[in-house]
């Protein structure tokens, strides 16, 4: 199980696949000011 991330700390780099499926790592936008990540849960 992954370790919870704290407020105020800056979250561990990742990578998984966009929607076209081309990886993309969290660092790629460590530049940016702001991030936002929306993880879908799939419905059958």
Partial sequence: M???VEINT?????S????T???VNL???HARSHVVLVFNR???
């Fill in 2 to 4: 992954a370790k919870r």
């Fill in 10 to 14: 800056m979250a561990p780099d990742f």
């Fill in 16 to 19: 998984m696949p966009d929607f």
């Fill in 21 to 23: 499926g081309r990886q």
């Fill in 27 to 29: 660092s790629d936008y």
């Fill in 42 to 44: 799939g419905f059958a």
